[in-house]
């Protein structure tokens, strides 16, 4: 699939979450607050992996935010499917679950976070459990959040079998009303002991709930 149609489908996926969003947005209570930690939200995503070495992929996701302890401990679920373009070409379906630890401290809101998860692979059984811990700050402008981090992941297997890898990412979102957002990221992915990496591209909507 042409970078192009990539394109066109993740605004394809945009323009109908936004769609959804403005109807929710009629029959739910809002939820205000700058920022996003310390939300209640789900989102709707899709983003394009580009490969130094070997074409690109794609990847569409969806996730729920949830305040655990105000001010203090948010948890997360997501589910993504990424399908890859070139050879070889493989299927992920990623399960997932993280914690987010922050703190306000001078108008932005300092985080760390732990995650863990399960990857199947569509033409294989080589399935796993995958783990990552980030950090990062969140700062919030108004409507605007501005949330730069980094995050190492790796899997579960023995060392020098293991995938380990470095990202760093920068995230944009803008809350249009009391209920709905957009947001857009892009990052660096960096694989440890391996000359591949990779620029993300992420777009999406949020709705709170």
Do not use: C
């Amino acid at each position: 699939m042409k970078l192009s149609n990539k394109i066109t489908l993740a605004l394809g996926l945009l323009l109908a979450g936004a769609t959804y969003a403005q109807t929710t947005a009629t029959t739910s209570t809002p939820t205000t607050g700058p920022g996003l930690m310390g939300q209640r939200y789900a989102e709707f995503g899709s983003g394009v992996h580009d490969f130094k070495l070997a074409g690109d992929a794609t990847l569409l996701g969806v996730g729920a935010n949830l305040p655990v302890v105000p001010s203090l401990l948010d948890a997360g679920v997501t589910y993504s499917y990424d399908w890859t373009h070139g050879s070889p070409r493989t299927h992920h379906h990623t399960f997932g679950a993280s914690a987010t630890i922050y703190t306000p401290l001078n108008g932005v809101k300092p985080f760390v976070g732990i995650g863990a998860g399960w990857q199947t692979h569509r033409h294989n059984s080589d399935d796993q459990g995958i783990w990552n811990a980030s950090a990062g700050v969140e700062i919030p402008a108004g409507d605007f959040t501005l949330t730069p981090r980094v995050t190492y992941a790796s899997d579960f297997e023995a060392p020098g079998v293991r995938m380990e890898q470095w990202n760093w990412a920068v995230e944009a979102n803008y809350w249009a009303n009391s209920k709905a957002g957009v947001f857009a990221a892009v990052g660096r992915s960096d694989l440890l002991h391996r000359s591949e990496r990779s620029w993300n591209y992420q777009i999406g909507v949020r709705v709170r709930l």
